[in-house]
């Protein structure tokens, strides 16, 4: 028998017997016997001679009745039958815990849903809410879901990507808007792409040769990037020849193509639309350059003979100078102070295709009148940078001419650039007053005339910044060091003072 602390949370009667493995068992079994208690009345009420038969799951014997007797026997039979069956259960009652009684019919069924609920919410078994059954989708984040190509909410079937969601035909690369069907696609942000797509919009291009900058063994993006202009180039266009602007540095792209002058040096479009060819086209720059000096009290009385020359003219020349200090690799003028024959450039050369052609020179015997014999320059240079690079030669004759003797390098080439950058300064601001308002109005002719000198002022205005910069950003000791030197000593102490502590201590001041 099972004890009685298995059973004392159950409310419905049972049968005990060490035949009864489970209450389930027990109930099965109490509900067969005390059905065949009363099948037996109804039986025998209707006069049938049918015997009692034994459950073949109870442990117990029943005698069986007469087979003949009269109906008071029979009455009498069944009275001391029913009266032994209640006394058996009512002995069954008193080995059963207290508070079990005996229920029947629906009473049963009743008490055994409820000792079955109590289970349920006993200590044992805490309550819990059940799971409501929704339909497929309601209450979900899919009702929320707003598509990330249309912007409209979601109903149905999506892909989500990342934190995005989007109906199947609004998936599409965001650059292109043609759908997409590959297995790999590029995420940027919510939006998708194409891989190649993708590809075209963040990988760099070279700039030269416009193919997608290449990978190198680390697996990362290695170009190289002008420091002014900002051109990205691949780091192979450094040593595989590629052309290079003279003046301003720029790389030639593949699809362009650069003025080859007659010396071998190459020149962009826009440093070609205001470059000086010939030394006649040269003198009113020269002059102005010259009043410019004279308008800051450094008057040049002596008439200094200017020349423009050809690369090779220009280096037999320094190798004939005895004193002097020559910027590297590649020097663009020179303040000659030595008798010298000099090839000049007497006429404009023509354009032929992408060649400068038909240019003309003579040389010319220089002779020496004062402390400076001549100033040469290279020819073909955009007018901004041949005004700097007077400049700075006459400021050369100036110093020699008032008797400014056994200066170091750092201090004469760094003063020097310092009147070079201020004649700059000063081209580049008067380009900045004189560019053409956008808002003015004119008729079609002027207006035509405008925008073609708005265009030239543009060019020139960045490229006289960008000759600034190299000023400033010269990396040699003597044209760097000592520009930065000398225009820190210039904008404390200014100009004249400036030079006075120079002619005294061969220094600047500090």
């Given amino acids: 028998m099972a004890p009685p602390s298995d059973i004392n949370h159950l409310s419905h009667p049972c049968i005990y017997g060490d035949f009864v493995s489970s209450y ?29 038969q034994q459950p073949e799951e109870e442990d117990m014997a029943w005698p069986a009745p007469a087979r003949s007797m009269d109906d008071r026997a029979r009455s009498r039979k069944e009275k001391e039958e029913l009266d032994h069956a209640i006394a058996l259960s009512l002995g069954e009652n ?37 799971v409501p059954a929704y339909p497929h989708g309601y209450g ?33 690369c965001h650059s292109c808007c043609y ?31 416009y193919q997608f900058i290449p990978i190198n063994a680390a697996g990362l993006i290695e170009y190289r990037c002008h420091p002014y202009w900002n051109q990205k180039y691949c780091p192979s266009h450094e040593y595989d020849n590629t052309s290079r602007c003279c003046s301003c540095e720029r790389l030639e ?28 086209e040269c003198q009113p720059l020269y002059h102005a350059i010259r009043d410019y000096y004279e308008g800051m009290n450094m008057r040049i009385d002596q008439q200094i003979p200017m ?26 003028g ?32 220089l002779l020496r009148k004062c402390e400076v014999t001549a100033i040469l320059v290279l020819y073909g240079l955009p007018r901004l940078l041949t005004g700097a690079i007077l400049a700075h030669e006459l400021m050369h004759a100036w110093l020699r001419l008032k008797g400014y003797r056994n200066l170091s390098p750092e201090v004469e080439e760094g003063i020097c650039q310092v009147l070079s950058y201020m004649w700059l300064e000063s081209e580049v601001m008067s380009c900045a007053r ?36 190299q000023i400033a950003n010269d990396s040699s000791p003597a044209y760097g060091g000592g520009f930065r030197a000398a225009n820190g000593a210039v904008n404390k102490y200014g100009l004249r003072c400036t030079l006075d502590h120079i002619r005294l201590t061969g220094n600047f001041p500090f």
């Fill in 307 to 332: 020349l423009l020359v050809e690369r090779q003219a220009l280096n037999d020349a320094i190798v004939g100078e005895k004193n002097g200090f020559h910027h590297l690799p590649e020097t663009r």
């Fill in 94 to 130: 008193f080995k059963r815990p207290t508070g079990y009684k005996w229920r029947t019919g629906a009473r049963i069924d009743e008490d055994y849903a409820k000792a079955l609920q109590d289970r349920m919410f006993s200590s044992a078994h805490p309550p819990y809410a059940p």
């Fill in 434 to 469: 004189t560019m053409p308002s956008t808002s003015s109005a004119s008729s079609s002719s002027s207006s035509s005339h405008s925008s073609k000198k708005g265009a030239k002022s543009h060019v020139e205005h960045k490229l006289g910044e960008f000759f600034m910069n």
């Fill in 334 to 365: 020179l303040c000659l102070s030595e008798e010298q024959t000099v090839t000049s450039v007497q006429r404009r050369p023509r354009i032929g295709g992408h060649r400068l052609i038909g240019m003309r020179s003579q040389p010319q015997k």
């Fill in 179 to 209: 759908p997409i069907t590959e297995r790999e696609f590029s995420l940027s942000g919510k939006h998708p792409y194409h891989k190649s797509c993708f590809k075209e919009l963040t990988h760099p291009r070279c700039e030269v040769c």
């Fill in 253 to 280: 792209s593949r699809n362009e193509r650069y003025y080859r002058l007659e010396d071998g040096r190459i020149l962009c479009f826009e440093c070609m639309e205001s470059a000086i060819i010939d030394t006649g």
């Fill in 140 to 172: 979900t984040a899919s009702h929320s879901r707003i598509c990330g190509g249309c912007n409209q909410e979601i109903y149905g079937d999506c892909l989500g990507v990342g934190q995005s969601y989007f109906h199947p035909d609004c998936f599409r």
């Fill in 24 to 52: 389930s068992e027990r109930k099965s079994g109490f509900m067969k016997w005390f059905g065949k208690i009363f099948k037996i009345g109804s039986n025998r009420g209707r006069g049938g001679g049918r015997h009692l």
